[in-house]
C-alpha cells in the first residue's frame, strides 16, 4: 500500500496490487474509502467472476477479490 501526504494536509492511500486509490481529508478517512472501494471491487469481479477471472491483467486479482 502506498501513502502520500499532500501540500494541502490530506492523506492519498493507494493498493497498487489492484489499482484502487483514494484520497481523504484525514487518514482513517482515506482508509475507510478504500476499505469501501476494495469492497465494491471485489464484489463486481466476484459477480462476473468468468469474465474477469480469464482478463489476463486480472487473473493476479482473485485472491484480492476473495
Not at 489499482?19 to 466476484?46: C, H, M, P, W
Amino acid at each position: 500500500m502506498g501513502v502520500c501526504l499532500a501540500h494541502d494536509g490530506s492523506v492519498t492511500l493507494s493498493l497498487n496490487e489492484i489499482d484502487l486509490v483514494e484520497n481523504g481529508q484525514t487518514e482513517d478517512e482515506a482508509k475507510r474509502k478504500l476499505a469501501d472501494s476494495i469492497l465494491e471491487y471485489s464484489e463486481n469481479f466476484y459477480n462476473d467472476f468468468n469474465y474477469w477471472s480469464t482478463a489476463p491483467n486480472r487473473k493476479a486479482h482473485i485472491p484480492y477479490a476473495f
